[in-house]
C-alpha cells in the first residue's frame, strides 16, 4: 500500500510525466510524494469518476489534465491544481491526440485549438481551429469512452465503437465500427501491444482494427461476464502491467468489484483473483498501480500481500479418456516444484468434470531449497473409476510448479 488509506473509494488515478501518481477520493484530488499523500485540491463531485491525459502544447511544461464530466476541468502543472481555461462545460474522458485534447459532452466530441489547450471555441478559419463533432446514433446513447490510437480516436458508447480519422477540421471524419459492442465505462478500455481491449456487458472484447471485435479469445472466463451484476458495471475497470491485462469486475450479488480476470497474452492464459476490490488501475513507467474501493492505493510487486502470504489455487481442465464415454482412474503422479521456506503446496483430485464439493487430498509438498521432485501414490479410494478427473494445486506464498504428469489407466466401455 502507498501511504496511508484514503477513508473512500477511489475515483481516479493518473501519473503526471510517466512517474508522478495521483488519486482522488472523497472529492481531493491528492499527489503522492515522499511516502505520502498531499492533497492539492479539494471541494470536488465525491462521486464521479476522473480521466487523466499529459498535455504540453502552449503550456510552459508538461501539464496533467483532469476531468470528470461535473467539476470545470481541471489542469496541475507540477505545482497546483486549478481550472482549465476555456475548457467545456461537463467535458469529460479527457485524452491527447495530435497535441490536441479532446473531450466529450454529451453527444458531442470537442478538439481544442491545435497545441492550445485553453482555447475550444475561437475560431479564425484554418486548421489550427477547435472543432466540434456531433456523434448520433439512433439508440440516442451518448459517449462513454474515448481511446487515443495511431492516427484515430476510438470513440465509445454503451453498445456501439466508432473511429475518428484526421485531426484538423479539414481532413477531419468518423467512421462506425459496429453498432453491437461498445464500452461499459471510460476506465473498461485498455490497450496494450497495438490492440484494444474492451469490457463490454456481455464479455470481454479483443479489437485490431479492420474487423469487428470478438471474444472468442475470453470463453475461458465467459461465466464470470455472464454472471456480472449488471446494476454494479459502472464499477468495472481494466488495466495493464505492460505484459498481462486485468480486468476488474462485480460478480452476482456483489455491489463493488470483487473478481480480477488476470490474461497473459504471450500464453494465451488466465487466472482469476477473488476478494479484490479495484476501481481504477494505471501505469507509470516502473510501477503498476490499483485505486482500491477501500481507498487503498496499492502497487504490484513482491511475494505478499502488504506483508501477508498470499492464498492461492489453480484447477486443471476435466481429463478424459481418448473416448471421452470409457472410464479412467489415476495411479500416481509426479510434481516438480519449488517451494520455498514459509510456503505450502497441497494437491487434490476431483472425479467431477465441474464443482467444488468432491475435491480429495491427494498430499502435500513440504518446503525444501532448490527444486524437488515429488511422487504421489492414489489408493483406489482416491481416485475411483470416473470419467473425468481433475487435479487442483492450492497453498500459501510463492510457488513454482514446473512440471505435472500422471500414471492413468484407461479402462474398456461396458
Same mark, same amino acid.
Given at each position: 500500500?502507498l501511504?496511508?488509506?484514503?477513508?473512500?473509494?477511489?475515483?481516479?488515478?493518473?501519473v503526471w510525466?510517466?512517474?508522478?501518481?495521483?488519486a482522488?477520493?472523497?472529492?481531493?484530488?491528492?499527489r503522492?510524494s515522499?511516502g505520502?499523500?498531499?492533497?492539492?485540491a479539494?471541494?470536488?463531485?465525491? *462521486?464521479a469518476e476522473?480521466s487523466?491525459a499529459?498535455f504540453d502544447?502552449s503550456f510552459?511544461g508538461i501539464?496533467?489534465?483532469?476531468a470528470?464530466?461535473?467539476?470545470?476541468?481541471?489542469?496541475?502543472?507540477? *505545482?497546483t491544481v486549478?481550472n482549465?481555461?476555456?475548457?467545456p462545460a461537463n467535458?469529460?474522458?479527457?485524452i491527447?491526440y495530435m497535441n490536441? *485534447?479532446?473531450c466529450a459532452?454529451?453527444?458531442?466530441?470537442?478538439?481544442?485549438?491545435l497545441n492550445? *489547450?485553453?482555447n475550444?471555441?475561437t475560431?479564425?478559419?484554418?486548421?489550427?481551429?477547435?472543432y466540434t463533432i456531433?456523434?448520433?446514433?439512433t439508440d440516442?446513447?451518448?459517449i462513454?469512452?474515448l481511446?487515443?490510437?495511431?492516427?484515430h480516436?476510438t470513440?465509445?458508447?454503451?453498445?456501439?465503437m466508432h473511429?475518428l480519422?484526421?485531426?484538423d477540421?479539414s481532413n477531419?471524419?468518423?467512421e462506425p465500427?459496429?453498432?453491437?459492442v461498445?464500452?461499459i465505462?471510460?476506465?473498461?478500455?485498455?490497450?496494450l501491444n497495438?490492440t484494444?481491449?474492451?469490457?463490454h456487458?456481455?464479455?470481454i472484447?479483443?479489437y485490431g482494427?479492420g474487423?469487428k471485435p470478438?471474444?472468442?479469445f475470453?470463453q475461458?472466463?465467459?461465466?464470470?461476464m455472464d454472471?456480472?451484476?449488471?446494476?454494479?458495471?459502472s464499477?468495472?475497470?481494466a488495466?495493464?502491467d505492460?505484459?498481462k491485462?486485468?480486468?476488474?469486475?462485480?460478480?452476482?450479488?456483489?455491489?463493488t468489484?470483487?473478481?480480477?480476470?488476470?490474461y497473459?497474452?504471450?500464453?494465451d492464459a488466465?487466472?482469476v483473483?477473488?476478494?479484490?476490490t479495484?476501481?481504477?488501475?494505471?501505469?507509470?513507467a516502473?510501477?503498476?498501480?490499483?485505486?482500491?474501493n477501500?481507498g487503498?492505493v496499492?502497487?504490484l510487486?513482491?511475494?505478499?500481500?502488504?506483508?501477508?502470504?498470499i492464498?492461492?489455487e489453480r484447477?486443471s481442465k476435466?481429463?478424459?479418456?481418448?473416448q471421452?464415454?470409457?472410464?479412467i482412474?489415476w495411479?500416481?503422479?509426479?510434481l516438480?516444484a519449488d517451494v520455498?521456506a514459509g510456503?505450502t503446496?497441497?494437491?487434490?483430485v476431483?472425479?467431477?468434470?465441474t464443482?467444488?464439493s468432491?475435491?480429495v487430498?491427494a498430499?502435500?509438498?513440504a518446503?525444501?531449497t532448490g527444486v524437488?521432485?515429488?511422487?504421489?501414490?492414489?489408493?483406489?479410494?482416491?481416485?475411483?473409476q470416473?470419467?473425468?478427473m481433475?487435479?487442483?494445486?492450492?497453498?500459501?506464498?510463492p510457488v513454482?510448479?514446473?512440471e505435472?504428469?500422471?500414471?492413468e489407466?484407461?479402462?474398456p466401455?461396458?
Amino acid at each position: 500500500m502507498l501511504g496511508s488509506s484514503f477513508s473512500f473509494p477511489v475515483k481516479g488515478l493518473g501519473v503526471w510525466k510517466n512517474n508522478e501518481l495521483h488519486a482522488v477520493s472523497n472529492g481531493a484530488w491528492n499527489r503522492y510524494s515522499g511516502g505520502t499523500w498531499s492533497s492539492l485540491a479539494s471541494g470536488l463531485n465525491t *462521486a464521479a469518476e476522473w480521466s487523466f491525459a499529459n498535455f504540453d502544447g502552449s503550456f510552459p511544461g508538461i501539464n496533467l489534465i483532469g476531468a470528470n464530466g461535473v467539476d470545470p476541468i481541471k489542469v496541475y502543472d507540477g *505545482a497546483t491544481v486549478a481550472n482549465l481555461a476555456g475548457a467545456p462545460a461537463n467535458g469529460n474522458y479527457i485524452i491527447n491526440y495530435m497535441n490536441r *485534447a479532446f473531450c466529450a459532452v454529451g453527444n458531442l466530441l470537442q478538439a481544442s485549438e491545435l497545441n492550445i *489547450a485553453t482555447n475550444w471555441t475561437t475560431i479564425v478559419g484554418n486548421d489550427v481551429d477547435p472543432y466540434t463533432i456531433s456523434v448520433d446514433t439512433t439508440d440516442g446513447e451518448t459517449i462513454n469512452a474515448l481511446k487515443p490510437g495511431i492516427g484515430h480516436v476510438t470513440i465509445f458508447k454503451p453498445n456501439s465503437m466508432h473511429e475518428l480519422f484526421g485531426s484538423d477540421p479539414s481532413n477531419v471524419r468518423i467512421e462506425p465500427i459496429t453498432f453491437e459492442v461498445g464500452a461499459i465505462n471510460n476506465k473498461s478500455v485498455i490497450t496494450l501491444n497495438g490492440t484494444m481491449y474492451i469490457m463490454h456487458r456481455t464479455g470481454i472484447y479483443r479489437y485490431g482494427g479492420g474487423t469487428k471485435p470478438s471474444r472468442d479469445f475470453s470463453q475461458p472466463v465467459q461465466w464470470y461476464m455472464d454472471n456480472l451484476n449488471q446494476t454494479a458495471i459502472s464499477k468495472c475497470c481494466a488495466g495493464t502491467d505492460g505484459q498481462k491485462l486485468y480486468f476488474s469486475i462485480p460478480v452476482s450479488s456483489s455491489t463493488t468489484t470483487d473478481t480480477v480476470l488476470v490474461y497473459d497474452p504471450e500464453f494465451d492464459a488466465w487466472s482469476v483473483w477473488n476478494d479484490f476490490t479495484a476501481l481504477h488501475m494505471v501505469q507509470t513507467a516502473s510501477t503498476f498501480h490499483f485505486g482500491m474501493n477501500d481507498g487503498k492505493v496499492i502497487q504490484l510487486g513482491g511475494t505478499t500481500d502488504n506483508g501477508a502470504a498470499i492464498t492461492w489455487e489453480r484447477i486443471s481442465k476435466p481429463f478424459s479418456a481418448e473416448q471421452m464415454s470409457r472410464k479412467i482412474r489415476w495411479t500416481r503422479m509426479w510434481l516438480v516444484a519449488d517451494v520455498p521456506a514459509g510456503s505450502t503446496l497441497n494437491v487434490y483430485v476431483s472425479p467431477s468434470a465441474t464443482g467444488n464439493s468432491d475435491w480429495v487430498s491427494a498430499g502435500s509438498i513440504a518446503p525444501q531449497t532448490g527444486v524437488q521432485s515429488a511422487r504421489i501414490i492414489f489408493t483406489p479410494q482416491q481416485t475411483a473409476q470416473s470419467n473425468y478427473m481433475r487435479v487442483k494445486f492450492s497453498g500459501t506464498g510463492p510457488v513454482t510448479v514446473r512440471e505435472w504428469d500422471r500414471d492413468e489407466i484407461d479402462f474398456p466401455i461396458v
